[in-house]
């Protein structure tokens, strides 16, 4: 009768074969906890950063869905403040949220059809 054990699990024979090819067992629970710093060979797996708190103007551009020229043009017309470091010029991610909440249009209905709106 076969081992049992769960489908992401090694075959029990493998992983014998693997830690003494190691020298160092395999934990028992893979997933590293929140704050663990695991070494995965040269790599290491570490907790999330936090979030960013600006980004740059390629990036708005991104977020905005628009190109540069458009971002340059609304922060040169005063609508969109940015955060100067240096000669780097960053904008705050509540200032972009802020603008697009600012821009945000509701279009009443007035029971017209689009064909009754184009008469005079």
């Known amino acids: ?25 395999w934990p028992e629970d893979p997933t590293p906890g929140y704050f663990e710093t695991r070494e995965v060979g040269s790599w290491e797996v570490q907790p999330p950063s ?5 980004v740059d103007i390629r990036e708005a551009a991104r977020i905005l869905g628009c190109g540069r020229s458009l971002v340059y043009e609304f922060i040169g017309s005063g609508q ?3 955060v100067k470091l240096g000669h780097l010029t ?22 017209r059809t689009w064909w009754e709106k184009l008469k005079p």
């Open 80 to 82: 969109l403040p940015v």
């Open 50 to 54: 936090p979030p960013r708190l600006l």
């Open 1 to 25: 009768m076969a081992d049992e054990h769960e489908p992401w699990m090694l075959d029990p024979r493998l992983q014998a074969a693997v830690d003494a090819l190691l020298d160092d067992p």
């Open 90 to 111: 960053r904008i705050p991610l509540t200032v972009l949220e802020e603008f697009v909440a600012g821009k945000l249009v509701v279009r009443k209905r007035d029971g």
